[in-house]
């Protein structure tokens, strides 16, 4: 990087106040509003941060000085980690830090909310996501400078990243070490910044990520995807992508487990002479033997016909709680069929039973195994 004064055409040991005429009488002649040209553009850019180091009495004291010599000349100077290691054998709580830092940083982890439907909870589904997210900036590939240009070596620092300054102790002369504040501790500065991403590396931007949800999924369920979260400043690492699983709500279907819970109406015919019907499922037809004198509340299990274990094989099973449907309405010769059954059984006149649980609460405690 040129000299600064050089820059700006002025001693080393001018003033104040003409490094500042200095400083405009060069704006006015490169100004781009001025001179539209790259050549006076990039001139400009030079001159702007010279007169910003230079217009700062304490960086321009820094930039005088030039680089600084080392910890130890002479015997005489210690840095705090120094004084640590030498007192506590350790290295000053927690270490020093001593050079540049990278500007490429790992992205944030990213959660997306998924909501799939109970059948496809059966044997897994792919998706394809679209996320909005930080991506790598395509004009700078994550550099952050503008094409053809890159960083340039920090004036105040020189690369170090640190400013080191003498402080007079009782065990003579104390370094301290501290990050550069013209360059933030990079070592370097971005004179020409993308303008696609602001001197960031990155944008925002929609991008589709194709995802498979395994089979066995259940709400509350998060899933992990390495690396597909955003992408870090500078073009650094990215993050990792959560996918928090949602379950839909089924309206003839319930889930408990892997096991899959369903009621279905029978006939009070079809209930005391038995049948055999067929229903359609989640994952197609079943096929169910409802015996002659079953009751309400009664479960029917189909093995290997629920939701696929998510950790495992196999499957759960499906459940199917009996409800016994009454007829509230005959006509003449369904009356009279009835009371000829009823009298060709001797029916027991109702008396107090047992207590009777709900229908409900017994077809729970049946589904769950109580």
């Known amino acids: 990087m040129a000299d600064h004064y050089e820059v700006l055409g002025v001693d080393r040991s001018a003033t104040p106040e003409e490094i500042k005429k200095a400083y405009r009488r060069l ?53 705090f980690g120094d004084i640590f290691e030498t007192f506590f054998g350790g290295g000053g709580g927690g270490g020093r830090t001593t050079g540049p830092r990278s500007r490429s940083e790992r992205g944030q982890d990213a959660l997306v909310r998924v909501e799939v439907d109970l059948d496809e909870v059966i044997f897994g589904t792919k998706r394809d996501l679209e996320v909005n997210t930080a991506v790598l900036c395509d004009t700078c590939n994550g550099s952050c400078c503008a094409p053809g240009t890159s960083p340039v070596m920090c004036d105040i620092c020189h690369g170090a990243g640190q400013i080191q300054r003498t402080m007079r102790s009782l065990l003579g002369n104390v370094m301290t070490s501290n990050p550069c504040g013209t360059c933030r501790g990079y070592g370097s500065i971005i004179l020409n910044p993308c303008a696609t991403c602001a001197g ?31 992408v870090g400043p500078a073009g650094g690492p990215n993050g990792d992508l959560f996918l928090e699983i949602k379950v839909r709500h089924h309206e003839t279907f319930s889930r408990n487990g892997d096991d899959l819970l369903a009621t279905i109406e029978v006939a009070m ?15 197609g037809d079943v096929a169910i ?13 189909i093995r290997d016909r629920g939701i696929t274990h998510l950790r495992g094989a196999g499957r ?32 027991t006149p109702p008396h107090f039973a047992h207590f009777q649980q709900g229908l409900f609460t017994k077809l729970r405690d049946r589904f769950l195994g109580l």
């Open 316 to 347: 759960g099973d499906l459940k199917i709680g009996i409800q016994v449907m009454t007829p509230t309405k005959l006509n003449h010769k369904e009356q009279e069929l009835i009371k000829q059954l009823a009298g060709a059984r001797k029916a």
């Open 27 to 79: 704006a006015r002649e490169l100004h781009p509003d001025v001179n539209p040209s790259a050549d006076a553009s990039e001139r400009f850019k030079s001159v702007t941060h010279a007169y910003d180091v230079l217009s700062d009495p304490q960086q321009r004291q820094q930039y005088d000085l030039g680089p600084q010599p080392g910890f130890g000349a002479g015997g005489a100077n210690f840095g």
């Open 289 to 301: 033997d409802i015996r002659p004198g079953i009751q309400s509340a009664e479960v029917i299990t």
């Open 269 to 283: 015919t079809d209930a005391i002479l038995g049948t055999r019907s067929t229903v359609k499922g989640l994952d």
């Open 200 to 230: 960031q590396g990155r944008v925002r931007a929609s991008r589709t990520i194709p995802v498979d949800i395994p089979a066995g999924v259940d709400t509350g369920l998060r899933l992990q995807m390495p690396a597909q979260g955003e």
